[in-house]
């Protein structure tokens, strides 16, 4: 149960949520991510008053302006690394062409081209974690939302996987919003939330901050 809470968040940074098992840092980016319906307060995001809208319009919202990336990494098991990354973009009505090509890119970036005809159950969990954050990251979405993204994976992949997370608000300015257990990542991030019981105990910036956009903040109390 989220209380008493509000939050700007920066947009173009890393932000950190971190907490207690239980604090409710999963309940609050699912709040802020337009998955789960807070009963008071509200958000919002890109100017749009997130839970005043309509289930259609809330799908779309995250379609198109939001990526996800989880501890579990969610990715379709039947379909190749390059197919998994390149099916939001057909749900946002993509040419196929123009599909193949972002996919292929946002593999790339990634470093998983050279391994993108395979499948998850050929993949390390570090790998499927990244072929996760390409299919996020292909939408080009204004805003990453990240459950555990590193839960899952050893100390290496764990690096590898938040300093990707971490050059992608560098270089696309996308606004990472994350969830951790994991204290030796908060080195990465440019601010840190802490959580407890529901409430914001603590809120670090490590890193100048952006001047916060009008258009961008999300809140919710
Ligand atoms: N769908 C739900 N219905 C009712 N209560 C829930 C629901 N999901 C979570 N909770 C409760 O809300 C509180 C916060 O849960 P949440 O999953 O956000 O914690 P968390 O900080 O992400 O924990 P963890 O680190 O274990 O993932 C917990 O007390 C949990 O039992
Ligand atoms: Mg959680």
Redesign the pocket.
Known sequence: ?IKNTTIEVVPGKLTLIV?P???????LLSMLSGLLRPDQGEVRALGVNLWAQNENALDRFRLEHCGFVFQGFNLFNALTAHENVALPLQYLGVSSTEAHQRAKKALQEVGLEPRSHLRPAELSGGEKQRVAIARALVKNPEMIFADEPTSALDKVNGEIVIELLKRITRDHGATVLG?T?DPRLLSHADRVIE?EDGEVVRDTATTAPNHPSKDNPHATS
Not at 21 to 27: A, Y
């Open positions: 149960m907490g098992s239980g604090s409710g840092k999963s309940t969830v257990h959580l």
